[in-house]
């Protein structure tokens, strides 16, 4: 039907508007080598069913109605709080912008103060590299009392760590592994059983509680008079460590009040290990990689009644009574400047096998000599254990995070794509592993070894070459396969579904035009957003236009096909209200080229909200929906995309249909998991059809009440999709973060149609997957779409013995269909070190890689397990990581002493962050959907993202000069660091705050605000007046440039001193305890110390 017989206005399509430069493509594809699709795309011909389902003329409002819509549904408990409006963050990619960060005045570093000495261990071996310290931190914890105010016989409530009665309830396996990874049944860890698996193992006995911060069961068992009371003759805690033969004197203990016992800090500057070292602290952050890091300027800086640990040990000096000082304990702030400091300059090559590169927070340039760059691999260790008795003994999990199609800064060239014609890419025979610069070729070069299995395979005529003296091919570094740790092979046919070269993907466009999405003003905004978006849709590199169709939907509860095709003077609409039996009522003029039917898309989108103004439907259906695009997907024979823009709980008869089961008593129940699961099956169902299809589905939720994302999110999860949730979404107020999100969305590179592949070198396996993929075998990741933002965790256990000499190798392979169609290989290797001593194992793991892991195992076991099992679990597997470091590593020293590894020296305050985190700790104001949708946000987030969003940043902005336009350097996420005459901004990739002290200067307020008065300014500001002074200019920039570095757009959010508002703003900073019980970094810090010590004992 004509939908609208008078042309409307065309508006100026196609002219980009300013806004999109900032998203624009770079020029992935554009390498060299690079090629076009060696395939003709037929043009689509399908028959044209023969029923036209075309409306009689006139009716040019068509959605029919069901009663009108009670205005109440429209409501929902919006506005009750700014929280939920999560964003995924990035920061690991973007372009070397930041600065390196500077020591506040003042700053006290860690390790300044009482505790946290650092032990220089001479027993360790260093078997590489220049000879480092292998140094940790020791704090004296034990039977402090932790803060003054909490008076041992009453301690707080609410703590994360409950009756140690109920410790030991781990209840079993992971019945529901099908759904996130389906994995075989014997393939998912259960949690709570002991498998050998890290994080498997129940709490092997109730923890005692015994420090004043960590509650007592309910059952009121009696506190262990020990930890607070005085000291008793032969329990003296962390006496100093004279063993340690390091020191060159040791302070003498000091005079501390009954109850407070701590051990005078070992680590009086060290004897330098070399003398060309300095004395000074030798810190490593990564063992014995990297430069050395210098001495300490301020270490000494003062602390009240502490001894100067300065260059000069200082005599003992008696300590007053304290509570244990959050600067003497190990600062993520100070960690990440140190790592800046010392590996920001260098670009990271990665040559070396097994070397750990530079932390995510740092800023630097890779080399690609062999390895796969950080940017598209992480591993928790870069020297794993040779045996699985070791493994299981240090419980580190082994993983790496991978990235496959991560995009670079744009000074580092993308993938080489090598072309080796009809023969297609050179593979061992047996593993099928591809060429790569660790095969070993034999026999003159006539034939090669296989790096991963052994197999002697020849080499073909063609790919022939002669040797040098060394065994190296003499073209090696001609070829990116044999020197390169990335690259790609352009596939051939046998590459493809059914021997054909795949035609270019499309784009659908599915629309809710339900009364919500109309009355909130969505449909309208997002069609004449996309009147211009889409002339940005993704191209490979140089191409004019891009290769992707697209075609369109509306629906509600039945659905609205459009026929775009060019020849049409108007749009056609072909309603289908049979939901239960989905089809495609139209196949030719459904997915067009954007640029032949310009006019006609342009008059569509102009249509659409004028066609549904006055709808009274707020019934929606779901399934049919992914439904309908996954068969249009089919019927043009391609993969694809489906773009839903969806606002409400679909309720309406069809499958699919959900019904309202938020019931928030279920938490800290054993049914608490069923919150997390899928209320039916029928998602799963469809998700497997769609990832057979190459359909990727990318969710945009609108919604104002539960609308059980849980389950509606099981699609995007399962094809590599994202969802994105504005609760509550209003135009005035959301807009620009939704445009935000949808350009970079649709213009962002994706691979369609994948099949990831992980290959080892014999001695070790790939074992579990997490991320947001579909896996019908043990082995095969499959991707109905991958983009440069997700990423694919994978673990690996032994299955023999490694030997240090050959190390073990990862070859990760990704089979994707490109934005052009093109058939393409991508490939990472990447070579790690084997060790048979666990200090090594310890000396080069990376923490915030197995944050990153250790998080997504949580995540997904709270589908399967109570959420306090899990916790549970996270706290039993990291003492037993640090115990064993203590008992196999660690130089023999006091009881009392807890000694971390340097890499690992922020594992408690990290893991901290993870167990007060709103999927395994929700506060009160956490809906459902927020939990459920930062579970599913959590599995496919880059290291980055999952250090950020777990410890934010928080950048106080007026403390340095004015004129200083870098970053400032941030403070540690607790209040204490904040100071009421300042204004912070705070960010975790999702969130942006901005925080204004009550004591602020008015001159500082006028010049942000534009008000006089610190009461005058409007709490819950979401944008700042832009003002014409240095001060505004500044803060503007720096948010703008916080919202570059992420991947999903931070809605800022300002909030005053002592507001209502404060309280989400508090609940991250994650260094102090939480409102909903999670614990502060020093009181679990004690927590952890006690853990280990009873696994010592
Ligand atoms: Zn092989």
Redesign the pocket.
Known sequence: MNVNQSAPPVPPFGQPQPVYLGHHQSSYGGQPGSTTAPTSYGAYNGPVPGYQQTPPPGVSRAPPSSGAPPASTAQGPCGQTAYGQFGQGDVQNGPSSTVQMQRLPGYQPFGSAILAPVVSQPAVLQPYGPPPTSAQVTAQLAGMQISGTVAPASPPSGLGYGPPTSLASASGSFPNSGLYGSYPQGQAPPLGQAQGHPGTQPPQRPVPLQASSFTPPASGGPRMPSMTGPLLPGQSFGGPPVSQPNHVSSPAPQALPPGTQMTGPPGPPLPPMHSSQQPGYQLQQNGSFGPTRGPQSNYGSPYPGAAAFGSQPGPPQPLPAKRLDPDAIPSPIQVIEDDRNNRGSEPFVTGVRGQVPPLVTTNFLVKDQGNASPRYIRCTSYNIPCTSDMAKQAQVPLAAVIKPLARLPPEEASPYVVDHGESGPL???????YMCPFMQFVEGGRRFQ??????I?DVPPQYFQHLDHTGKRVDAYDRPELSLGSYEFLATVDYCKNNKFPSPPAFIFMIDVSYNAIRSGLVRLLCEELKSLLDFLPREGGAEESAIRVGFVTYNKVLHFYNVKSSLAQPQMMVVSDVGDMFVPLLDGFLVNINESQAVITSLLDQIPEMFADTRETETVFAPVIQAGMEALKAAECAGKLFLFHTSLPIAEAPGKLKNRDDRKLINTDKEKTLFQPQTGAYQTLAKECVAQGCCVDLFLFPNQYVDVATLSVVPQLTGGSVYKYACFQVENDQERFLSDLRRDVQKVVGFDAVMRV?TSTGIRAVDFFGAFYMNNTTDVELAGLDGDKTVTVEFKHDDRLNEENGALLQCALLYTSCAGQRRLRIHNLALNCCTQLADLYRNCETDTLINYMAKFAYRGVLSSPVKTVRDTLITQCAQILACYRKNCASPSSAGQLILPECMKLLPVYLNCVLKSDVLQPGAEVTTDDRAYVRQLVTSMDVAETNVFFYPRLLPLTKSPIENTTEPPAVRASEERLSNGDIYLLENGLNLFLWVGASVQQGVVQSLFGVSSFSQITSGLSVLPVLDNLLSKKVQGLIDSLRAQRSRYMKLIVVKQEDKLETLFKHFLVEDKSLSGGASYVDFLCHMHKEIRQLLS
């Not at 061992?428 to 592993?433: D, F, Q, Y």
């Not at 296989?450 to 197999?455: D, I, M, P, Q, V």
Request: contains cysteine.
């Open positions: 593979r061992c025979n047996r593993c099928k592993a296989c790096c991963f299995c052994s197999c395979n290959r």
